[in-house]
């Protein structure tokens, strides 16, 4: 079963639901047969590379709420990472583009270090005091830390075409599945989830997208005692 997951590294609800799911999915009897897919999604993806600013302003100025209201949000978050057993700075974070952190995750996936890549990228945007914006060398170093070579992490980032496609093709699905924010749980093609749910409902939604998998439709080609190998060895043609 594949576990498709649209998120943005400046969502703390995507760290967050990570988390959750991460919990149901260790927890799932039928978790290594389980793959999961991290996809990209920009939630300001009109923002320039040098466009930096301090979260709680970007808060105020973007969604129209008061300082006092974007510290109790950022409070609450913190509350609930915390749950999570997640750390969470709910100060002097920033907020900036992403869509360079989301062409290294496609160039870490061809590597089989996507996911070790996206926790590295998640705590440090959310939990160290390094800003992962605006600075080629700290993704470099993060991309490091999560088992990547340095130098193809730096073509990568040197290149503004490399990975680009795949981002792109990425957000134009979340479009076609009508995910319209994040973090969205796609299981198997049949089944979606949005948001941060607990992770109740993450184990049920695996339950749920694994017993519904359709079953095996064998076509018979050829005579019905056609040779096979089985635990008691294979079958050798007698002349």
């Known amino acids: 079963m594949r576990v498709e997951i649209w998120s943005d590294i400046a969502c703390p609800w ?52 008061s300082e006092a209201q974007a510290r109790a949000g950022e409070e609450n978050l913190g509350t609930q990472a915390a749950a999570e057993g997640l750390a969470y700075r709910t100060r002097d974070r920033d907020h900036g583009n992403t869509f360079d952190m989301h062409r290294l995750l496609h160039f870490a996936k061809a590597q089989g270090r996507q996911d070790e890549l996206i926790g590295a990228l998640y705590r440090a945007n959310f939990a160290e005091e390094r800003s992962v914006f605006g600075d080629d060398e700290r993704l470099v170093e993060l991309a490091v830390a999560a088992g990547l070579d340095a130098d ?58 694994w017993g519904e998998r359709p079953p095996l439709k064998l076509i018979q080609q050829g005579p019905a005692d056609s040779e096979v190998c089985g635990p008691d060895g294979c079958a050798v043609p007698q002349n």
Do not use: W
């Not at 009109?46 to 129209?64: E, F, H």
């Open 152 to 209: 193809a992490a730096r073509k990568v980032l040197a290149d503004p075409a490399a990975y680009a496609e795949d981002v792109r093709a990425d957000e134009r699905e979340a479009a076609e599945l009508g995910a319209n924010g994040v973090p969205f749980f796609v299981l198997d093609r049949k089944f979606g989830v949005s948001g941060a749910q607990p992770a109740e409902v993450f184990a049920q939604a695996l339950t749920q997208a």
């Open 14 to 65: 995507c760290y967050v639901g990570k988390a959750r799911f991460e919990k149901a999915l260790d927890a799932f009897p039928h978790r290594d047969e389980v793959e999961v897919v991290h996809r990209s999604f920009e939630l300001d993806p009109n923002r320039a590379k040098d466009d930096i600013q301090p979260v709680l302003k970007m808060l105020t100025k973007k969604y129209g709420m």
